[in-house]
């Protein structure tokens, strides 16, 4: 399995890599999932365009809107202990505390994450209910933000074009009054990858009861990441207590397309998830007040 090794210190070096390789080349940076394949024989890259060394990819700081812009580079361990993420955004905190071990979080990058699109993974339900934009740069120097709804498009896909770079991820601030919650689900060890990751975010009406806007994050269930926007709908001027919530997810969740793998099958998913899904609803509402 020969490669050539490309190491680089700018993103502009990194683009220019990526147009002389093509699709020969591959972007390294903490390398959990790309070694793996490699190994697999599933990629075997022509060069690997090593990106650990360009700083501007990494770190995170708060924007001018009062949110954050984390970039593509930095470890999950660095969200997870940042004290500006768990002043802003306490749901990816607790997230990536949850990704793996410690030993991955240290290597593993967000940007590796949530390019490798493997439906068994927590951080992408967070970032679909935080309205997330992923910022790429394409070999010709253009950038444009790609919405989290669309960002992930398929079992192992992205939106990312093959000349694209992820440079940044880039969240607002949510709502006045809203508060989030995260449920993972394993069958096995607390280090296992989720076969259930949801996050959600609610607000509540007036009368501090009824809900005035809901976001569903949905992962480890289906293929493919997504929000689920039917039973968000069904949610708002209905109570936040279980009864409510079960009669609104009743009605909203039969177009799931659950997997049947090794964590479990497509029928057990099917059955468990609204029940998660409330509790996770039921955990974000009792911290409104």
Same mark, same amino acid.
């Given at each position: 399995m020969a490669f050539e090794y490309v190491p680089v210190k700018t993103v502009e070096d990194a683009l220019a890599a990526m147009k002389k390789w093509g699709d020969e080349g591959k972007i390294y940076a903490g390398g959990v999932a790309l070694s793996i394949l490699m190994k697999s024989n599933v990629f075997q890259p022509g060069a690997l365009i090593d990106i650990s060394g360009v700083e501007e990819l990494s770190g995170i700081e708060e924007t001018g809107t009062g949110g954050v812009r984390i970039g593509a580079r930095t470890p999950h361990r660095e969200i997870e202990t940042s004290p500006l993420i768990a002043g802003r955004f306490p749901l990816l905190a607790e997230v990536f505390h949850n990704v793996a071990t410690i030993r991955i979080r240290n290597a593993g990058t967000i940007g590796g994450n949530i390019i490798f699109a493997e439906p068994a993974s927590d951080p /992408? +339900? +967070? %970032? %679909? &209910?935080?309205e997330a934009r992923m910022i790429a740069r394409n070999t010709g120097g253009a950038e444009r933000a790609i919405p989290a709804s669309e960002f992930w498009t398929d079992y192992y896909e992205t939106a990312l074009e093959e000349d694209e770079l992820l440079t940044a991820i880039e969240i607002d601030p949510l709502p006045e009054g809203m508060r989030t919650a995260y449920t993972r689900f394993t069958t096995r060890s607390k280090e296992d990858k /989720?076969? =259930? !990751? =949801? !996050? &959600?975010a609610v607000a509540a009406g007036d009368d501090g009861k009824t809900c005035r806007e809901a976001r569903i994050g949905l992962g480890g269930v289906e293929a493919v990441f997504r929000r689920l926007r039917a039973a968000e709908e069904a949610l708002q001027g209905k109570e936040l207590a279980r009864e409510a919530i079960d009669e609104a997810l009743a009605g909203t969740l039969g177009d799931l397309e659950p997997l049947t793998d090794i964590r479990a099958s497509d029928s057990y998913r099917r059955q468990v998830t609204p029940v998660f899904i409330r509790r996770t609803i039921e955990k974000a509402a009792r911290l409104i007040g």
């Open positions: /992408p +339900a +967070a %970032l %679909l &209910v935080l /989720p076969l =259930i !990751s =949801i !996050s &959600v």
